[in-house]
């Protein structure tokens, strides 16, 4: 397929593709982002330059980029998305290399201006790099072993890189999304049954390998996973934060204790509230209600992004809406399963709401994208 | 329109399919975050609430301000004085190490002291406050409160700590405090929290002990928020407490001061009891110490000093003693002949110089004899003989029942440390402590107060006020709890025939008035103030038959721990007894020449409520006593009388 595909002529040109813009997706977005000032507004016990303000400009910038990424034709994305690839691969060795040591865990590069984290931005790109490729492969040939086993060498060279720095959160991110993509291009249910059985397997096999000589994750992980099963088991030490946090939540009642009226997060019993457990300070404050109306514009997010794919046409930008939804969709699911308890604290943070500027100026670019095959979808 | 493959379309419809699969699982699953949320934040939402609660409030204790001790005129004997402290907070201090060198440059501080400090801010979290200096001078305090704004993160406190303001007159007694102990917590169960508080203190001996529960109080409390490292935030609410409840004794300070005083270089102790009920109004154990060096926590040279010292300034002779009562004892004996049917008052008995019985000799301290004497010669010249012959005709079980109805072999219940219960021996109690039979010889020596008998001087004086009124006078020490006074001591009648308390109190005033009696030389000759005492030497060795046949050795010559306790117990005035007052000077030698003008002067002392006129003393007498009145008002507390507060 190439561009020739696309009826150019009715796709929209110039300043009039801002019309076409998915407008109620930014409106979402927008929405999550202020909900994020407010809560860090809050947790800075009232101080708008501690975290609000930073945030503010970075979602500006942020949609400044999700705008211009957007007025770029799909298939240019299309066609530098192997690049993309190539260069957040580059990046994560060389972070493998040159990185710096932040929070216990080697991740940043820095690149003058800012902080890069390269495996932000292979969140995105191997989005990208998945939905190319299926878009290439011809339809038939998806289920093939070796075309099956080209992604998954695609996805798991990335995967093993970022486990290595060492971050869970992000290599189970990139494998789930990267599954996801593979899924949603067609590929055959046997892979999959047989990756979960294998997974399952796999997990047995990391619980037997404690404490001997080929240990397969590391002693904090261990631990995490132990705490998580268990917090009660040691409630002053790793079991901490989950606790605090079950605790906070839960006092939080219908209504929430009002704003900057939660005590958890006001006295600082709370780990990192501004960044991975935001949802928690935020749930405390504005007690259920509050929790479960950030959970629906969320789920208003995911569904807009559905309902755009699913009227596209055009494969490549289906797929990538479609992952870029999902890839959206395992980084609250994860967070809040993290923070309720439902998951182990594998450092993932809340997207456009957590304090951070790598993670949200990724997640605009890929929404960036995603409005981009929006606007030019085929009509 | 659409050119769209067929390939292309297929593949269009399995993503619709396949994404909508997804994202059904994708809201399936916000599902279960929102059940999980509900959860948590609805059905447990009570649980939670607590628990937030819990994290969010701490219980702070207030101590309760410590009651106050005043004597019966409402003098203060134990109060609660502001002492200040120098205390630093590391987070505001900047560069501690720089801060404490200019303090040390300002005033004079121990670098041990230093030291500590530095080590403590070291463990605890940055806002705690660290003691730095104790016991700061109000001097040395005003100066770092001036220069506050160059010692940054330094604050001048103020708190309470105990004070004796008359030092030893009341160590014994009174007793002390100091920080809780581990050995102090192992004896308490169910400690109270507040003792848990760093530097809180509690009564370690006597009264301080005895009456913790009183003087403590309930400790207050105030809530506060604290955050997740345990920084105070704000405080929620405070519950004052009850302070300690002050405590009136019956003690008289100014007495006390001169009994105190007056037994000043002997190893003796002296007990004043107001027989009209049962008032301890001094009661002085020589030597003593300064209690307000424990309360500041004494140096090992000052309490290795203490613990060496022969004369035992340490312990309550007054109280924890026990003497052999010597010829003091022979009015029990008296009485319980008296009482028993054995003699009346004009009975005489013979007296050789010496009684002999189941082969043995028991000389009387006259080698010549007395002659024939009733119970008041006997009494009057301390006859040994007399009361052989007495005391073995009434038979010890008599003797020893007469003893407890009199208080000697009885505890005494007051709030004092270790209050000795003496002993009045009986053929059971040998049987059961000595696996031995009681001997007649046993009896013999308990009639005149050797042997196994032992009283504390307490105890002795407890008898003459018991003899003096014929009454079951009990003595107490508290006058009032919080105001509210406490029973008199003044008891039922002791059941004893007049006649024969008389004859006793007849002997008894021979002793001190006849010229021919043991206690002349210490008699007052006020009329209205005369004394009836009773001498007593009591031996602390045996005196062998080689030694009595080569002539027993002089007390003087003998070392002084061997040389035998001098005692005295008297009652005054004769016609109308107000005190009685027991003394006992530890390897004094005489009782009629070392205890019995220390009992006169006490006894004229607390009759008088102050010095007494000379006038009341023979005239022989008066120089040497004139001297020495002016030489114990110099050592009277300075107190003024307005100032004085009311328990």
């Known amino acids: 397929m190439s561009y020739l595909e696309y009826r150019v002529k009715t796709t929209p040109t110039g300043f009039r593709k801002i019309l076409y813009l998915n407008w109620p997706l930014a409106l979402l977005l927008t929405a999550v982002a202020s909900v994020g000032f407010l809560q860090l507004y809050s947790v800075a016990g009232g101080n708008i330059g501690r975290w609000a303000e930073p945030q503010m400009e970075r979602f500006g910038l942020g949609l400044a980029v999700m705008f211009i990424v957007g007025m770029v034709p799909v298939w240019f994305w299309r066609n530098i998305s192997g690049l993309a690839y190539a260069i957040s691969l580059v990046l994560l060795i060389a972070v493998e290399m040159f990185g710096t040591i932040g929070m216990g865990a080697q991740r940043w590069i820095d690149i003058g201006f800012m902080q890069l984290q390269p495996s932000e931005l292979m969140k995105i790109s191997l989005v990208m790099f998945l939905a190319a490729y299926y878009d290439w492969l011809p339809q038939r040939k998806v289920s093939h072993p070796f075309w099956v086993l080209i992604p998954v060498l695609i996805i798991l060279v990335p995967t093993f890189l970022v486990i290595k720095q060492p971050d869970l959160g992000t290599a189970i991110l990139l494998l789930t999304g990267g599954g996801a993509v593979m899924f949603l291009a067609g590929v055959h249910w046997a892979y999959f049954a047989t990756v979960i059985g294998a997974a399952v397997g796999l997990v047995w096999t990391v619980f037997e390998s404690r404490g001997t000589s080929w240990q397969l994750l590391h002693d904090y992980q261990f631990r995490r996973i132990d705490t998580f099963l268990d917090p009660s088991k040691d409630p002053l030490g790793a079991g901490y934060h989950i606790t605090q946090s079950k605790i906070a939540l839960g006092s939080g009642g219908w209504t929430g204790r009002g704003y900057m009226q939660g005590t958890q997060s006001r006295l600082n019993f709370l780990p990192e509230k501004h960044t991975d457990f935001i949802f928690t300070s935020l749930a405390e404050e504005f007690g259920f209600i509050g929790g479960i109306s950030l959970l629906t514009l969320y789920a208003l997010i995911i569904l807009f992004c559905i309902h755009s794919a699913m009227s596209n046409q055009n494969r490549y930008a289906a797929l990538l809406t479609l992952g870029v939804a999902v890839t959206f969709f395992l980084f609250f699911a994860v967070n809040m399963s993290m923070v309720m308890g439902l998951a182990p604290v594998v450092g993932v943070p809340l997207p456009l709401v957590s304090y951070g500027g790598s993670a949200m100026l990724v997640l605009m670019l890929a929404f960036g994208l995603v409005q981009s095959a929006h606007v030019h979808r085929p009509r | ?647």
């Open chain 2, 1 to 647: 329109m659409k050119q769209t493959p067929k390939d292309s379309q297929t593949s269009s419809r399995r993503i619709s399919r396949r994404a909508l699969l997804l994202g059904t699982v994708q809201l399936g699953f916000m599902g279960v975050l929102a059940g999980r949320m509900h959860y948590l934040q609805v059905d447990q939402a009570d649980q939670f609430r607590m628990l937030a609660e819990e994290n969010r409030i701490s219980v702070r204790l207030i101590p309760p301000t410590r009651g106050e001790i005043f004597d019966r005129n409402g003098i203060p004997v134990a109060k609660n004085e502001p002492a200040y402290r120098i205390t630093m907070v590391r987070e505001d201090a900047g560069d501690v190490d720089v801060v404490l060198d200019k303090l040390a440059e300002l005033i004079p501080i121990d670098p041990t002291d230093i030291e500590r400090a530095k080590t403590e801010m070291k463990r605890s979290a940055p806002f705690l406050p660290v003691t730095v200096a104790e016991r700061v001078s109000w001097e040395d305090i005003s100066k770092v409160a001036v220069n506050t704004p160059s010692l940054p993160g330094i604050t001048p406190e103020v708190g309470l700590s105990r004070a004796y303001p008359l030092d030893q007159d009341f160590a014994h007694t009174v007793g002390y405090v100091g920080p809780v102990s581990d050995y102090d917590l192992s004896k308490i169960e169910d400690p109270d929290p507040v003792l848990m508080i760093p530097r809180f203190q509690i009564g370690k001996i006597g009264l301080e002990n005895k009456m913790e529960d009183a003087l403590r109080g309930s400790a207050g409390s105030r809530r506060v928020e604290v955050n997740a490292v345990g920084r105070v935030m704000r405080e929620l609410d405070r519950q004052p407490g009850t302070p300690g409840a002050n405590v009136q004794l019956t003690l008289d300070v100014m007495l006390q001061n001169y009994v105190q005083n007056r037994l000043a270089g002997e190893s003796a102790a002296a007990v004043v009891i107001d027989t009209e009920n049962g008032d301890i109004l001094a009661c002085a154990s020589a030597p003593s110490f300064d209690p307000n060096l424990f309360v500041r926590g004494i140096s090992s040279s000052d309490y290795n000093a203490l613990m060496k010292n022969d004369h035992r300034p340490l312990a309550d002779k007054s109280v924890q003693g026990l003497y052999p009562p010597g010829s003091t004892f022979k009015i029990v004996v008296a009485l319980a002949g008296l009482e028993a049917g054995i003699i009346d008052a004009s009975t005489n008995f013979y007296c050789p110089g010496y009684y002999e019985v189941a082969n043995r000799r028991f000389h009387c301290w006259k080698y010549s004899g007395h002659g024939m004497l009733d119970v008041v010669g006997g009494l009057q010249h301390s006859c040994d003989v007399f009361f052989y012959e007495l005391g073995s005709r009434v038979g010890i079980e008599r003797i020893s029942a007469m003893a407890e109805r009199m208080g000697i072999g009885v505890k005494h219940d007051l709030p004092l440390s270790a209050v000795a219960t003496g002993l009045a021996p009986t053929k059971e109690w040998k049987r059961a402590n000595q696996n031995k039979d009681w001997l007649i010889g046993d009896t013999i020596n308990a009639s005149i107060g050797q042997g196994y008998v032992l009283a504390s001087p307490l105890q002795l004086a407890v008898m003459a006020a018991r003899l003096s009124t014929g009454r079951v006078v009990t003595p107490r020490v508290v006058r009032a709890v919080d105001g509210e006074d406490q029973p008199s001591g003044l008891g039922e009648s002791l059941g004893i025939a007049e006649s024969s308390l008389r004859a006793v109190r007849q002997g008894m005033f021979e002793v001190s008035n006849n010229r021919r009696g043991t206690a002349y030389g210490a008699r007052i000759i006020a009329e209205d103030m005369r004394l009836a005492g009773k001498t007593g030497t009591s031996q602390v060795r045996n005196i062998t038959a080689a030694e009595r046949a080569a002539g027993v050795t002089k007390n003087q010559d003998l070392p002084w721990n061997r040389r035998d306790h001098a005692l005295f117990v008297d009652f005054a005035p004769f016609e109308d007894p107000k005190v009685a007052v027991a003394v006992v000077v530890e390897h004094g030698s005489g009782g009629s020449s070392v205890a019995a003008p220390i009992a006169r002067d006490i006894t004229l002392q607390a009759l008088c409520k102050g010095d007494p006129p000379l006038d009341a003393y023979p005239a022989k007498d008066r120089d040497w006593v004139a001297q020495q009145q002016e030489r114990l008002r110099a050592l009277r507390p300075q107190i003024d009388l307005d100032a004085k507060g009311r328990a």
